[in-house]
Structures are given as structure tokens and as C-alpha cells.
């Protein structure tokens, strides 16, 4: 395949959409399987130590988002991403392995660190060869591969209750598909054609960084990706154990109702929300940030009244909730590398994007371990919601105060 073909920018969405969904099906599983891991693995113990094991997942994988961003930006994308895969479904094998509260620490450390060089490479390649008017769009697609992995992975709570299968037979099954899917994706997929303006050479890592976080525009699109970050983890890292405490469900039932109805309406959302990103941007460079505010106040809303769902004894209506909020988190999802794009130059975007992971999902883990702390002392779940949700208002003002700087230009090829 040529790189230099137009519609070859598409195969590359295409050959990483898998790799998304693998990616979130190996987080999403642990969530949906709660209590069957606490059964098997009973040192456990405590709701604090579950967020320990969700926390320390997303510390190493905060921590080395900027590495594996720096080594995409400076090397090869292709490489990276083919390397995280290997690593990351090796690991998810072995945590099938585990018989201990220390051992599924250690694996989910594990897969935080391979796991962590992914995303800000993919999305970065992606960017490389949709360089304009298909940008959100494209990102958009990708993301699909994220959301279903989340709609597959709350189904693994049925497998949990199947004695035929079990907890360790899904961890199993998905480490070897990855290592499997890893040797077609190496050969098929290729780094973009370099341009004049893509020059990366001679800038060490502390220098990229300085460069960036002396940009007043990214410190504000950092600021408004953790924050709403931070609830997006609680509704995917709790909503199947919280569904079925506060409305006495199946484990299996908890688990889809938790990620099938959100995840299917944020696929919707990231289609309709790159498009409508792409269109608003032809008549003004600021229609990413719109679009995307747009969204993060429908997630907001959504969060206050998943808080107050289980009042009214209806699972439904948490559901309903959960809906609005894909519909926001989609609009939201799709753009937020775009908009990187719109400040910052093609030879710091993964290392930007890895920095943005590094302080989001810092905050993320310490927002399950929170959740988990507030949730043992008997804190109500609508004044716990009600936080998360002001939250994430609070950083529509922060997107909002973005001035782009970088105009989309021809895609690649």
C-alpha cells in the first residue's frame, strides 16, 4: 500500500480501529468483572483497595504518556504502536494468570506502562495523514474502536458468571488476539509521507516540553482534558458496580447496562460530532472548540442526573442519563487532538497528547481511588455526581479561551 494515496489515510484509521478496541476492552474488562476478581482473588478486601488497582493502572500510564509521546513524535509511530500492542496483550494474558492482590497490582502497573505509548502515537499518525478537512472525522473513527471495546468489555461480566468460561478465560482469549492482530498491523501499516513543515530533528525532550507548556493555549487545553476526564473514569472505572449496589441487578446485567447504551450513543455522537466539527470549521476556526463545549455541557448534566438516578428506584433513568452523557462525551472525544493540531506544531502533537494524558489520567486515578474513599464513608452518590459535574462545567471556560494558531491544511497525499 502507498502511503501517498489519499484514500490510503483511511486505511490507516481503518487498520487502528481494532487496536482502539483492544485497547479499552483490556480496561473495561476489569470493571465489569468487580466481583468475580474479588471472590476469586478475596485479599482484596476493601472498595480502597479496588481503586488502588484502577489508580495505579492510570499512574504509570500518566507517567509514561509524554515518553511514548516524545518516542512517536522523534522516531516511528509504526513502530510504537505495533511494540505497545505486543506488550499490552502479553500482559492482559498474564493477568488471567493471577491468584493475588499483589500480582493484579503488579499486572495492571504493567499494562499502564505498554499501554501508554498507544494512544498518543495513533492519534498523532492519524493527524499526520488528515491534516484538515477530515481531521475530527477521522479521529471520530478511531474513537468508534475505543467505544466499542467499552460495549464488548461490559459484556465480560456475563462471561465472569458463565462457570463454563470465567474472569481468566476473557483475559486470556484477548492477550492472544492482540499478539495475533500485531503481525498484520506492522505490515500494513506505514508512518506519513514527511512534510516541510513536520521538522523534528535536534529537539531534546526537555526543550519540547518547554516549548509547550510555554504555550498559554495548551495549558488551557490540558486543563480542560483532565477535568472532565475525571468523570469520564468514574462512569466507566464504577458505573457496572454502582448499577447493580443501587438497583440490585445481575453483575452481567450491571456491566451492559453500565457501557452498552452510552458507548453506542457516543459512537453516534463522534460521527455526528466530527462532521458537524469539520463543517463548522470551513466558516470558522474555532468550530472544533465550539463543538466540543458544546459537549462537555451535555456531560455535565448527564453527571448530575446519574447522581440523582438512584432516587427515583429506575434503572432506566440512569440509563437515560448515561445516554445524554455518551452524547456529550462523543462531541468532546473527537476533537480534542484536533484542536491540539490548531496550537501546536506536527513535531510536538504526540508529545503534546502524551502530556495531556499524563496530567489527565493522574487525576483520573485519583479520582476512582476518591470515588471508592468517598463511597466506604457512606458519602451520598448524588453529592459525590454533583462534584464531577461542576467540574466539568468549570472547564467549558477553559476550552473556550483557546486562540488557535496552526490552520488545517491539505490531507496527506
Same mark, same amino acid.
Given at each position: 500500500?502507498?502511503?501517498?494515496?489519499?484514500?490510503?489515510?483511511?486505511?490507516?484509521?481503518?487498520?487502528?480501529?481494532?487496536?482502539?478496541?483492544?485497547? !479499552?476492552?483490556?480496561?473495561?474488562?476489569? $470493571? +465489569?468483572?468487580?466481583?468475580?476478581?474479588?471472590?476469586?482473588?478475596?485479599?482484596?478486601?476493601?472498595?480502597?483497595?479496588?481503586?488502588? &488497582?484502577?489508580?495505579?493502572?492510570?499512574?504509570?500510564?500518566?507517567?509514561?504518556?509524554?515518553?511514548?509521546?516524545?518516542?512517536?513524535?522523534? !522516531?516511528?509511530?509504526?513502530?510504537?504502536?505495533?511494540?505497545?500492542?505486543?506488550?499490552?496483550?502479553?500482559?492482559?494474558?498474564?493477568?488471567?494468570?493471577? /491468584?493475588?492482590?499483589?500480582?493484579?497490582?503488579?499486572?495492571?502497573?504493567?499494562?499502564?506502562?505498554?499501554?501508554?505509548?498507544?494512544?498518543?502515537?495513533?492519534?498523532?499518525?492519524? +493527524?499526520?495523514?488528515?491534516?484538515?478537512?477530515?481531521?475530527?472525522?477521522?479521529?471520530?473513527? /478511531?474513537?468508534?474502536?475505543?467505544?466499542? =471495546?467499552?460495549?464488548?468489555?461490559?459484556?465480560?461480566?456475563?462471561?465472569?458468571?458463565?462457570?463454563?468460561?470465567?474472569?481468566?478465560?476473557?483475559?486470556?482469549?484477548? =492477550?492472544?488476539?492482540?499478539?495475533? !492482530?500485531?503481525?498484520?498491523?506492522?505490515?500494513?501499516?506505514?508512518?506519513?509521507?514527511?512534510?516541510?513543515? $513536520?521538522?523534528?530533528?535536534? %529537539?531534546?525532550?526537555?526543550?519540547?516540553?518547554?516549548?509547550?507548556?510555554?504555550?498559554? %493555549?495548551?495549558?488551557?487545553?490540558?486543563?480542560?482534558?483532565?477535568?472532565? $476526564?475525571?468523570?469520564?473514569?468514574?462512569?466507566?472505572?464504577?458505573?457496572?458496580?454502582?448499577?447493580?449496589?443501587?438497583?440490585? &441487578?445481575?453483575?452481567?446485567?450491571? =456491566?451492559?447496562?453500565?457501557?452498552?447504551?452510552? @458507548?453506542?450513543?457516543?459512537?453516534?455522537?463522534?460521527?455526528?460530532?466530527?462532521?458537524?466539527?469539520?463543517?463548522?470549521?470551513?466558516?470558522?476556526?474555532?468550530?472544533?472548540?465550539?463543538?466540543?463545549?458544546?459537549?462537555?455541557?451535555?456531560?455535565?448534566?448527564?453527571? @448530575?442526573?446519574?447522581?440523582?438516578?438512584?432516587?427515583? =428506584?429506575?434503572?432506566?433513568?440512569?440509563?437515560?442519563?448515561?445516554?445524554?452523557?455518551?452524547?456529550?462525551?462523543?462531541?468532546?472525544?473527537?476533537?480534542?487532538?484536533?484542536?491540539? *493540531?490548531?496550537?501546536?506544531?506536527? /513535531?510536538?502533537?504526540?508529545?503534546?497528547?502524551?502530556?495531556?494524558?499524563?496530567?489527565?489520567?493522574?487525576?483520573?486515578?485519583?479520582?476512582?481511588?476518591?470515588?471508592?474513599?468517598?463511597?466506604? /464513608?457512606?458519602?451520598?452518590?448524588?453529592?459525590?455526581?454533583?462534584?464531577?459535574?461542576?467540574?466539568?462545567?468549570?472547564?467549558?471556560? *477553559?476550552?473556550?479561551?483557546?486562540?488557535?494558531?496552526?490552520?488545517?491544511?491539505?490531507?496527506?497525499?
Amino acid at each position: 500500500m502507498n502511503p501517498r494515496n489519499p484514500s490510503y489515510a483511511w486505511v490507516v484509521v481503518a487498520l487502528l480501529v481494532p487496536v482502539a478496541l483492544l485497547n !479499552y476492552l483490556d480496561r473495561q474488562m476489569l $470493571a +465489569a468483572m468487580k466481583f468475580s476478581l474479588m471472590t476469586d482473588v478475596p485479599d482484596i478486601g476493601s472498595e480502597a483497595n479496588w481503586g488502588k &488497582i484502577l489508580a495505579l493502572f492510570k499512574w504509570t500510564y500518566a507517567f509514561l504518556s509524554p515518553i511514548g509521546g516524545y518516542l512517536a513524535d522523534r !522516531y516511528s509511530k509504526r513502530h510504537v504502536i505495533s511494540a505497545s500492542l505486543v506488550v499490552w496483550s502479553a500482559v492482559t494474558w498474564a493477568t488471567g494468570q493471577v /491468584h493475588s492482590y499483589d500480582q493484579l497490582l503488579f499486572t495492571r502497573a504493567v499494562m499502564g506502562i505498554s499501554e501508554a505509548f498507544y494512544i498518543p502515537a495513533a492519534l498523532a499518525l492519524i +493527524a499526520d495523514f488528515h491534516r484538515g478537512p477530515t481531521r475530527s472525522r477521522a479521529v471520530g473513527m /478511531h474513537q468508534m474502536g475505543i467505544y466499542a =471495546g467499552v460495549i464488548i468489555g461490559g459484556f465480560s461480566g456475563y462471561a465472569a458468571d458463565n462457570p463454563q468460561l470465567g474472569w481468566r478465560w476473557m483475559f486470556e482469549l484477548c =492477550g492472544v488476539i492482540g499478539i495475533a !492482530y500485531a503481525i498484520p498491523l506492522f505490515l500494513l501499516v506505514r508512518n506519513a509521507p514527511k512534510v516541510s513543515e $513536520a521538522k523534528a530533528e535536534g %529537539s531534546g525532550p526537555m526543550a519540547a516540553v518547554a516549548e509547550l507548556l510555554r504555550n498559554r %493555549s495548551f495549558i488551557l487545553l490540558v486543563l480542560y482534558f483532565t477535568l472532565p $476526564a475525571m468523570a469520564g473514569w468514574i462512569v466507566r472505572d464504577w458505573m457496572p458496580a454502582i448499577l447493580k449496589t443501587e438497583f440490585g &441487578i445481575g453483575q452481567g446485567k450491571a =456491566g451492559v447496562s453500565a457501557t452498552l447504551y452510552w @458507548m453506542v450513543a457516543a459512537v453516534i455522537a463522534a460521527i455526528l460530532g466530527g462532521w458537524l466539527a469539520d463543517q463548522w470549521m470551513r466558516r470558522n476556526e474555532r468550530g472544533r472548540i465550539y463543538t466540543s463545549a458544546l459537549g462537555m455541557v451535555l456531560i455535565s448534566i448527564a453527571m @448530575m442526573g446519574v447522581g440523582y438516578s438512584p432516587q427515583t =428506584g429506575l434503572l432506566q433513568v440512569a440509563i437515560a442519563f448515561l445516554v445524554l452523557f455518551g452524547l456529550g462525551w462523543g462531541f468532546f472525544d473527537c476533537n480534542n487532538m484536533p484542536i491540539l *493540531c490548531q496550537i501546536a506544531p506536527p /513535531h510536538l502533537r504526540a508529545t503534546g497528547y502524551g502530556i495531556m494524558n499524563l496530567v489527565s489520567i493522574s487525576c483520573g486515578g485519583l479520582a476512582d481511588w476518591g470515588f471508592g474513599f468517598l463511597r466506604d /464513608h457512606a458519602v451520598p452518590l448524588l453529592a459525590i455526581f454533583g462534584i464531577f459535574a461542576s467540574v466539568a462545567l468549570v472547564s467549558v471556560a *477553559c476550552v473556550l479561551l483557546i486562540r488557535p494558531t496552526y490552520r488545517d491544511t491539505p490531507s496527506a497525499g
